[in-house]
């Protein structure tokens, strides 16, 4: 099966080769990512596929390791440096152990970005985080108050007390909470990442606030446990679920009422807007401290003093959409 | 009552009442009877677990792998579940309670054949069971809308009037009870753990026993896998991380001494009740997360020398009931 697979990427990457002379004109943007094979990826090359058919003169060479391991990812990148591509996109397996592969492509007039998984400031010129900490923290608020017109009692279900993002998101959900009249929070509790403590809090919640409406878990543990207490506590339609989480998890919860929706990041913008920051780049454009560079449909994306700039709010999913993308990831 | 007081479980019994109402003055819905039977429903699990760690920890050795063999044996049943819903779930329970008696079987080979002490052997499967998971799994999580209706509603379904998941967990205590004091296995695992020596002269084999103690405690791990997994409506590779400890604590808190031979169904039960109680009051009674952890740790250690004490005045006597009448 590996073999088959190093086989077909060797194909796929003459075959692009081949393309390549075809179209001189093209430019060529290399989508890679930390295996093939896996969902979330083959979304973001949907997004990449999407964004190269709308520039029209770019072709989009989607590949990867088989494994999701650093050395596969070299062995790929050089052979992309080879292949003389335009633009390296890349999810990178290892922070480090990628930058001296990138950094000689850089070398070479290769534009070279990292997405989704970063890798060192020195191996990239620009790293494009799904979402970042103030989007977060205003989505997971927003997706509970947008169900309560009326306004009402929500909780904070989060992993453990100690975990950093999840204290970040919820002190930049309390930054924004005056904006959104009649929603008190009133209590995070903390469910340490574990089902069973993650349930039990829950089940505490229902019980101390009778009136509460909703529990935000922005934890993919969490969330999970949270709709399955509400659901055997019967208060399906009275608390509603929402947080953060996985759609090929939470797809039950939806169907079953005890979530009305839920954010995490969409792969196939993500794969979108990679491929247009790296045409941008192609094109002239400068990746530094403060740069606005064009995302096509998605905006655009300002970087900060690390290069680093955040896509978009976290994307919702509900019911019309969930089941769709419970079979990517 | 001097004397009644002496008993470690009244004692704990007294304890478990006091804490009830302690937690009632902060939060008066603690002591409704629905909330109290929520408690011991979530407290379920536990107490087939600490029977299990009992029939180990009576013979002188321990089984730290049984969180991990829960979760091994869950998301096996899960992934019969998700790949055949039309098995029956009588059969899949079958399957992973003897999956979870051929796991604790290994311990008790390794054990008893090759006499590796108990918390190394345990240790290493551990980590083994936990990697087997990934393995099996790739990571992936076996998520509720993989899970057929009817694997995920037999805990829950009522029979005369509590979730059958409480049931399942009577039946686990009546069956102990009665393989503990009328069977000779019963019988042998106090011998064992009590005096190892004298148990080699009154003909029972001391590895064999062990052996069977790590399969009965195996068999239970398998059992509250599926009741695990099935109760929270999610399997992945971390499932009940960490709980091997609770399982222990709920025997120490319980008056089983970890030196072996001493120990009873009653003092597993009211050690997991115990432990069930506080873990249902820490979300309602309103306390910083981080004293929650310390107040689980100082209970736990309060026991311990209690424990301690106890035992000091009893010393070590072998087929204790026995010797009484």
């Known amino acids: 099966m590996k073999i088959f697979k190093a086989l077909m990427v060797t194909t796929a990457v003459s075959l692009a080769l081949m393309a390549g002379t075809a179209h001189a004109a093209d430019k060529k943007i290399a989508l890679v990512v930390k295996a093939l094979g896996i969902g979330f990826f083959e979304a973001a090359n949907k997004g990449a596929q999407e964004a190269a058919k709308e520039l029209g003169d770019v072709e989009v060479i989607y590949t990867g390791p088989t494994t999701t391991t650093a050395e596969g990812q070299i062995e790929v990148i050089n052979s992309l440096i080879a292949q003389k591509v335009d633009a390296i996109a890349v999810s990178a397996n290892d922070t480090d152990a990628l930058v001296p592969a990138l950094k000689k492509a850089m070398e070479r007039g290769i534009k070279v970005i990292s997405w989704d998984s970063g890798v060192a400031k020195e191996g990239r010129s620009m790293h494009l985080n799904p979402s970042s900490s103030p989007l977060i923290g205003n989505m997971i608020i927003k997706l509970a108050a947008d169900q309560l017109p009326e306004g009402g009692d929500v909780a904070v279900l989060s992993a453990t007390a100690t975990s950093t993002n999840q204290n970040v998101w919820i002190e930049e959900m309390k930054k924004v909470l005056p904006n959104y009249k009649g929603i008190n929070v009133v209590a995070t509790v903390y469910g340490d990442d574990l089902a069973d403590k993650s349930y039990r809090e829950t089940q505490g919640l229902i019980q101390s606030y009778p009136n509460l409406k909703a529990i935000i878990a922005p934890t993919s543990v969490g969330i999970v446990a949270a709709a399955q207490a509400v659901t055997d506590a019967g208060k399906t339609g009275q608390i509603n679920v929402t947080g953060l989480g996985l759609p090929s998890e939470m797809a039950g919860h939806v169907k079953s009422g005890a979530s009305k929706s839920f954010a995490i990041w969409n792969p196939i913008d993500l794969g979108y807007s990679a491929t247009m920051i790296a045409y941008d780049l192609i094109g002239g454009a400068e990746a530094k401290p403060g740069a606005e560079l064009k995302m096509g449909r998605m905006g655009t994306v300002k970087l900060d003093d690390n290069n680093e700039g955040a896509m978009a709010d976290p994307f919702v999913y509900d019911a019309s959409n969930v089941e769709e993308f419970s079979k990517i990831f | ?325």
């Open chain 2, 1 to 325: 009552m001097a004397k009644l007081l002496k008993n470690r479980e009244i004692l704990l019994v007294l304890a478990i009442i006091v804490l009830v109402f302690a937690i009632a003055l902060r939060f008066p819905g603690f002591i409704e009877p629905a909330n109290l039977a929520r408690v011991y429903n979530d407290t379920s699990i536990l107490i087939i677990l600490a029977l299990g760690q009992m029939a180990v920890i009576l013979t002188r050795c321990i089984d730290l792998s049984m969180a991990a063999n829960l979760a091994l044996s869950g998301m096996v049943a899960a992934m019969i579940n998700a790949a055949f819903p039309g098995v029956p779930i009588p059969m899949v329970i079958l399957t992973v309670v003897a999956l979870g008696a051929a796991l604790g079987s290994i311990n008790g080979l390794l054990v008893w054949k090759l006499d590796i002490p108990p918390i190394v052997v345990t240790l290493g499967t551990l980590t083994i069971f936990r990697g087997t998971i990934f393995l099996l799994s790739n990571g992936a999580w076996i998520n509720a809308h993989q899970m057929s209706d009817a694997f995920k509603a037999l805990p829950r379904a009522s029979f005369a009037g509590f979730p059958i998941l409480s049931w399942l967990s009577v039946a686990a205590i009546a069956a102990i009870y009665v393989l503990m004091t009328r069977t000779p296995i019963g019988r042998a695992f106090f011998a064992v753990g009590g005096n190892p020596h004298a148990a080699v002269y009154t003909g029972i084999d001391v590895g064999r026993t062990r052996f069977l103690a790590y399969c009965l405690s195996g068999a239970l791990a398998g059992l509250a896998g599926y009741l695990w997994v099935s109760r929270y409506a999610v399997a992945y590779v971390d499932i009940a991380a960490g709980f091997e400890l609770d399982i222990i604590a709920a025997c120490v808190i319980g008056g089983i001494s970890i030196a072996g031979g001493i120990g009873s169904v009653a003092g597993a039960v009211l050690g997991s009740l115990f432990l069930g109680v506080i873990k249902n009051a820490l979300p309602v009674i309103n306390i910083s997360p981080f004293a929650q952890l310390a107040i689980s740790g100082t209970v736990i250690i309060i026991a311990v020398a209690v424990n301690a004490r106890t035992e000091k005045r009893k010393g070590r006597v072998i087929l204790k009931k026995a010797e009484a009448v």
